[in-house]
Nanobody, 113 residues
Framework: QVQLVESGGGLVHPGGSLRLSCAAS????????MAWYRQAPGKQRELVAK???????NYADSVKGRFTISRDNAKNTVYLQMNGLKPEDTAVYYC???????WGQGTQVTVSS
């Protein structure tokens, strides 16, 4: 019923940038708080960014000032612009409706010199 497909990950050098996309079906993103999460090897999944129904945003302290979450309601797609990437940003990135469990496959981000 609900499908979230992440894309845009890859291998980048420290200081590089990536833009992740989350194409949604079976859910209207403008009617839900939407979030990006990440999970690094050996660590718990963590919330990195959230966009609220009204458009305001929240970020984990570790990414504040470097990452920007946005949405295109006409395309029913959520984005995560990541700048100034650091090796500690390496993880599988997932999008989801906040506090829901519509998990997709995620997209791998690797930051390495």
């Amino acid at each position: 019923q609900v499908q979230l497909v992440e894309s845009g990950g890859g291998l980048v050098h420290p200081g590089g940038s990536l833009r992740l996309s989350c194409a949604a079906s079976g859910i209207i993103i403008s009617n839900n708080p939407m979030a990006w999460y990440r999970q690094a090897p050996g660590k718990q999944r963590e919330l990195v960014a959230k966009i609220n129904i009204g458009g305001s945003t929240n970020y984990a302290d570790s990414v504040k000032g470097r990452f920007t979450i946005s949405r295109d309601n006409a395309k029913n797609t959520v984005y995560l612009q990541m700048n100034g990437l650091k090796p500690e940003d390496t993880a599988v990135y997932y999008c989801n409706a906040w506090r829901r469990n519509f998990w997709g496959q995620g997209t791998q981000v690797t930051v390495s010199s």
